[in-house]
């Protein structure tokens, strides 16, 4: 069992010192016959150096007055060892400075061992491994001088030369074999395959001159198209390579036989590396696996092969190219013979090349076979492709030849049926010169569909080899474009064929077409009347009027028509839809039946179309009659309320009749009904407005009365009111305001404004405010009066000061309150009677300047009826305030003895003539007694003579508008709603223009303040 190296050294430490301890007593013992160093001077000269130092380590420590001696021994070891490490890295700059020099290295390696004889096992292992590396980078560098120097041969077509350097490199590492000891017979077998490929190196000039001089051959008969010397040129060049490649599978066999022992004995030496003789042997003749190009002895035949072989393929490829092209050229230029020519050309070379691309087969039993090598894989890839691509090039141009026959065939047909189809042939003929024609693009298209049979198989094919990686792009291209030709040339013939078909259904169908368009003009027309046409109304130039009536006869006809046709198109659509396939789907033909299609489409249309606007027509033309009907219906109802003084229910039912009867016309225009209508509203409207106005003159009249009382009473709210109801009333039958009504309704009004914020009504929203301010204020006023009359005017002015904080709380809501300014007023009168006194005056004096030049009568006014409330008696008061009021307008002046003569002098001249009964001259009549009443308010036979004249003239309002403005007034209407308020107010400045009258109409009149309000 060994030791660790610890235990090893402290055994050896041990036995030194007992050695050491033994010869100094033997050696004093013996009388000092032996020096203990002698034993350190045979441990250096037997290169035991390590355990040298050792015994002199423990004779030092053993004998420290000895110890110079002793450093004398060490320092001898180290230059030993230091002399042994200079050489050994001397070693290992040779190694890398000088890799081949192998000499230098071996015998640098002998003076390392010399150094010393028992080195320990790392040394040893040392200069074993250093000696196999020195062995190796040298033979490894004259093996890649070797290869680099045979693909420079192989490069430069020195294929001979190229082989006898490959076989050069056989002595590496031969001796070294032969001393490995393996078996003798191993070894001879061995050496007998280097044989074998030693002996084909020395053929190999010969053959491939043989084989470069036939190619060449080869090579001239393909590139001048001779086809006489192409058979005898083919076989002897066919003879060459299989002698070749006869040559080149010895050569391969035997560099695999090596390759394989290799791979046996590394299976039984673990430690066997590539730095040995069979590595190296099988590399030189096969080449290394690891590089892409060509090498070794084998690599030499290839490369010749592959440039032989590659000469006949390209000339080949270029002959092909040239007549591909010429072929392609005139079969786009529809050259149909030249053509055919060149594309039978290009197959037969291609067909008598294919055999030599063939050789590459040879190639098959020892690269793909045996082995699957990438060489073998890159030639399956490269040429097998090729072959096949060719082979496909070869089919596919054969039968482009055919197409071209076929194309020219075509062509002759399309001339001849060009010549038999003319102009002014009557049906029957045309259809039989037609059909003549149509039997030989039929057989042509039999011969179509026969080639592209043939091409869909190849295609099959095609798609395997692609699916496999074998397929070339090109065939796909070219597989393609053939396909495309021979589908062009059946869609030519076919397209031929179906011509005369497709230019009968187009005659017929145009016979349709035309009857159909007539029909569909009549139910436009029916559409149109139903729908609606631009107004011929001067009065309504944007209406549209509509005529159901007229529109239900041309729609009957239009159905009829289009029933005719769609049987027509039925008969039609079965003959043209039953020919052969490619004829009813042919575009040329399939054009009118889908036309024919559509156009049944649209007749069942039209056809559906007419019978639904026919109801519609029918349904409006109802509507129609319907609204006119309840209008005279209306008509009828208002006649009725009239009679019976029902006013509001007459007027209801005109206006009723006036919608109905514009329904009606919506639905269908009738100038007759709309001038009839229009004159019969109009009569009934003119009875209803006379017989409604009498008795809206007598409560016109009863209103001014009950007015007039109250104002002069001083009621104003309830003048005002009742004057207002008179406004309203008189209203309803007059446009024109009525002059009395108006007069003391002015008067009223302004009594109203001037008394506007001096009282405070309970129904004012401030009202329980402003009544617990003035009472506060009254009660403060009150409290200070009591402690003035007590002489406390200290607490009194507080109490004032108070009430004028409350008062000014209110005047600052209402300025003109009357109960806070004669409070103020009379806080002013206790708190200082001469200034009260001297403000009383001056507010009298500012009064009466303000009333006197017409400036800001109503603060004036209000200021002398506070003063008024004060003091009553003041001198020229109540004649300032009386004047006051005539100013303001709501009490009358004294009378005006000239104005009450001008007014009975216009009185008598208007009863002058309404007594004359002059009627055209009662409106002048009328317009004399309003001036009489306004001169003189108090005129009561002016009054009276007004009322007659105005009940015998009747009202002058509308009560309801003519056809036109109705409907221009709906548009305005419609507009407004819309937003839009300029085409609104176009049409109520239209519906003035053509009916003035109606702008007196309450419903117009609305609008037309809505549209102003809005600016408009």
Do not use: C
């Not at 001089?213 to 299989?242: H, W």
Request: hydrophobic share 40%; aromatic share 8%; proline share 3%.
């Amino acid at each position: 069992m060994n030791s660790p190296p610890g235990q090893r050294a402290m055994r050896f430490l041990a036995l030194v010192s007992f050695i050491i301890l033994m010869g100094a007593a033997s050696s004093w013992a013996m009388g000092g016959r032996e020096d203990p160093l002698v034993l350190a001077d045979r441990l250096i000269e037997d290169q035991k150096y390590d355990e040298a130092i050792l015994y002199l380590s423990e004779f030092i420590k053993l004998y420290p007055d000895r110890f110079d001696q002793a450093q004398a021994k060490l320092r001898k070891i180290t230059r030993i060892r230091t002399a042994y490490n200079e050489k050994a890295l001397a070693l290992l700059e040779t190694m890398v400075n000088e890799p081949t020099n192998e000499e230098k290295k071996i015998a640098m390696i002998r003076e390392l061992e010399n150094f010393e004889k028992n080195p320990s096992p790392a040394v040893k292992d040392f200069i074993s491994r250093t000696k196999d590396l020195a062995l190796f980078t040298y033979n490894r560098a004259k093996f890649e001088e070797i290869m680099e120097e045979g693909r420079f041969l192989i490069d430069a077509r020195r294929f001979a030369e190229a082989a006898r350097t490959y076989q050069r490199g056989f002595e590496l590492y031969r001796p070294e074999f032969v001393d490995e000891g393996y078996d003798p017979a191993f070894v001879r077998r061995i050496f007998d395959q280097e044989q074998v490929v030693i002996d084909a190196i020395a053929r190999l000039e010969s053959m491939g001159q043989n084989m470069e001089t036939a190619f060449t051959d080869l090579v001239a008969a393909v590139a001048s198209r001779d086809t006489i010397g192409f058979v005898p040129a083919r076989s002897i060049a066919e003879a060459a390579a299989l002698a070749l490649a006869d040559q080149r599978q010895k050569i391969v066999n035997a560099g695999r036989t090596l390759e394989a022992a290799f791979a046996e004995l590394a299976a039984a030496d673990p430690n066997l590396t590539d730095s040995s003789y069979l590595p190296f042997a099988y590399r030189l003749i096969l080449g290394r696996r690891t590089e892409s190009e060509l090498e070794g002895v084998a690599g030499t035949i290839d490369a010749q092969w592959t440039i032989a072989m590659g000469s006949v393929q390209n000339v080949l490829e270029s002959t092909v190219v040239e007549t591909m092209k010429t072929a392609t050229q005139a079969f786009a230029a529809e050259e149909w013979q030249l053509a055919r020519e060149s594309f039978a050309e290009t197959s037969q070379w291609i067909a008598r090349g294919l055999p030599v691309l063939a050789l590459w087969a040879l190639y098959s039993p020892q690269e793909l076979d045996e082995y699957s090598t990438p060489l073998g894989q890159a030639v399956l890839a490269t040429k097998g492709s090729d072959y096949l691509r060719l082979q496909h090039l070869a089919e596919t141009s054969a039968a482009q030849a055919e197409l071209a026959a076929l194309q020219l065939d075509l062509d002759n047909g399309a001339t001849r049926l060009a010549d038999a189809v003319t102009e002014g042939l009557d049906r029957a003929q045309g259809l039989a010169a037609f059909q003549s024609s149509r039997e030989i693009f039929i057989q042509a298209s039999v011969a179509l569909e026969n080639l592209r049979e043939a091409s869909g198989n190849r295609a099959e094919r095609l798609l395997g080899w692609n699916e496999s990686g074998y397929a070339h792009e090109s065939s796909l291209a070219i597989q393609g474009m053939y396909d495309g030709q021979v589908s062009n040339a059946l869609d030519k013939a076919q397209l031929n064929e179906t011509s005369t078909v497709a230019r009968a259904a187009s005659f017929e169908f145009g016979l349709m077409v035309a009857e159909s368009e007539a029909a569909n003009e009549r139910l436009a027309r029916g559409r149109n009347l139903l729908e609606g046409l631009p107004s011929d109304d001067p009065s309504l130039p944007d209406a549209i009027f509509r005529f159901p009536s007229r529109s239900i006869a041309e729609l009957t006809n239009a159905e009829g028509a289009l029933v005719r046709i769609a049987t027509d198109i039925q008969a039609f659509l079965v003959k043209y839809q039953g020919e052969t396939a490619y004829i009813s789907s042919a575009a040329s033909v399939l054009e009118w039946t889908e036309r024919s299609t559509t156009l049944r489409t649209t007749t069942a249309a039209g056809i559906a179309e007419s019978r639904a606007l026919a109801i519609r027509a029918r349904e409006q033309k109802q509507l129609a009659d319907s609204s006119r009907l309840e209008a005279e219906r209306r008509i009828a109802e208002a006649s009725a309320a009239l009679r019976a003084n029902n006013f509001g229910t007459a007027r209801e039912r005109i206006e009723r009749a006036r919608e109905r009867f514009l329904t009606s016309l919506s639905f269908e225009q009738d100038p007759d009904l709309r001038r009839s209508s229009d004159a019969q509203l109009a009569a009934i409207a003119s009875a209803i407005l006379k017989a409604e106005n009498d008795l809206v003159v007598a409560d016109t009249r009863r209103l001014l009365t009950e007015g007039r009382s109250f104002y002069l009473q001083g009621i104003f709210d309830r003048a005002e009111s009742t004057l207002l109801q008179a406004r309203a009333r008189w209203s309803t039958t007059n446009a024109t305001p009525e002059v009395e009504v108006e007069y003391w309704l002015r008067l009223v009004q302004t009594a109203l404004t001037v008394k506007t914020g001096r009282d405070i009504p309970s129904t004012a929203p401030l009202f329980p405010e402003m009544s617990q301010l003035l009472s506060l204020a009254q009660k403060y006023y009150d409290d200070g009066a009591n402690l003035l009359n007590r002489g406390d005017k200290t607490s009194a002015l507080r109490s004032f000061a108070q009430a004028r904080q409350k008062i000014g709380e209110v005047k600052v809501i209402f300025p003109l309150n009357q109960t806070a300014r004669v409070l103020e007023l009379r806080i002013d009168q206790l708190s200082d009677a001469g200034e009260f006194n001297r403000k009383f005056a001056r507010l009298f004096d500012e009064a009466k300047t303000k009333i006197n030049t017409g400036a800001d009568l109503t603060t004036a006014y209000s200021d002398l009826k506070d003063l008024e409330a004060i003091n009553s008696r003041y001198p020229g008061l109540q004649a300032l305030i009386a004047q006051a009021e005539i100013r303001l307008g709501f009490r009358q002046p004294p009378p005006d003895p000239r104005a009450i003569a001008e007014a009975r002098s216009l009185t008598d001249a208007a009863r002058r003539i309404f007594d004359s009964g002059d009627v055209a001259q009662f409106s002048f009549a009328r317009t004399q007694v309003e001036r009489a009443i306004l001169l003189d308010p108090n005129n009561t036979a002016a009054s009276q003579l007004k009322d007659r004249i105005a009940t015998y003239i009747g009202g002058d309002t509308t009560i309801v508008l003519n056809s036109s403005a109705e409907t221009l007034y709906n548009e305005a209407v419609a507009f407004f709603t819309g937003g839009n308020y300029i085409s609104a107010r176009a049409r109520l400045t239209r519906l003035g223009d053509i009916f003035p009258q109606g702008r007196s109409v309450q419903k117009v009149a609305d609008l037309d303040a809505r549209l102003s309000a809005l600016g408009y």
